[in-house]
């Protein structure tokens, strides 16, 4: 089945920083990769996806990037803010057609002021 | 335009006794996966439902857990004689049909006493 790895761990930033997260998967068929961010006793909550017909994809300061031929994909976020802070979960699409999600096991994301 | 619905949130059981996870999916939404996550770890896929079928159960515990959603209702995540281990947050998570994004319920954290 499909497997995620995600690095880093942690990552503490100042607040202005950028901050990257990246991710590899195994099964070439995944085709749909989304990124969540979870709060603290929260909900995960989607921020950002790209489909493999794409590359990169960007919404304010947020962006992903995707290699296929690599099989990874980055997720970059601009200008960190305190409120950034938070748990950033990648996954990927499993090859059973049923838009299954394998996860990543995530990254915390720490920006200080 | 209520999203998806999870109760209880909080749920104690003592060993042996049953939990009960419900799940209501966005209105419009015919697909529920339900995920487990423990303690500093990643969503782990549990289960795939549809209207009275049961889709994708590979990640799901051979003993004691079950699933079902049927035709009028909730989605109906059942284990039954819980354990210690089972101790986790158990997240929802519903999609239309027509896309692959997921949309998550707030959780149900269960604890096993």
């Known amino acids: 089945g499909e497997n995620v790895e995600q690095h880093p761990s942690t990552l503490s930033v100042q607040e202005g920083d950028s901050a990257v997260i990246k991710c590899t998967y195994s099964?070439?068929?995944?085709?749909?990769f989304p990124w969540y961010k979870q709060e603290l006793g929260k909900r995960p909550q989607l921020i950002i996806d790209?489909?493999?017909?794409?590359g990169e994809k960007k919404d304010q300061r947020i962006a992903v990037t995707l290699n296929k031929t690599a099989k990874h994909f980055s997720l970059h976020i601009t200008e960190t803010q305190p409120e950034d802070s938070a748990v950033y979960f990648c996954?990927?699409?499993?090859?059973?057609?049923?838009?299954?999600?394998?996860f990543g096991k995530g990254t915390m994301l720490l920006v200080s002021p | 335009n209520a999203g998806v619905m999870q109760n209880p949130r909080h749920l104690v059981r003592r060993r042996g006794q049953e939990a009960r996870l419900r799940c209501s999916p966005m209105?419009?939404?015919?697909?529920v996966y339900w995920y487990r996550q423990l303690p500093e770890e990643g969503l782990k896929f549990m289960v795939y439902?549809?209207?009275?079928?049961?889709?994708?159960e590979s990640g799901m515990p051979k003993e004691r857990f079950s699933a079902e959603f049927p035709k009028e209702g909730p989605s109906i995540l059942r284990i039954q004689q819980v354990v210690r281990g089972d101790s986790a947050a158990y997240f929802c998570?519903?999609?239309?049909?027509?896309?692959?994004?997921?949309?998550f319920g707030p959780g149900t954290r269960l604890t096993v006493l």
């Open positions: 790209i489909r493999s017909n794409v």
């Open positions: 996954a990927a699409t499993s090859n059973s057609g049923y838009s299954t999600l394998t």
């Open positions: 439902l549809q209207k009275e079928n049961i889709i994708d």
């Open positions: 998570a519903s999609l239309a049909g027509s896309t692959d994004t997921q949309y």
């Open positions: 099964d070439s068929a995944s085709n749909y």
């Open positions: 209105k419009g939404h015919s697909h």
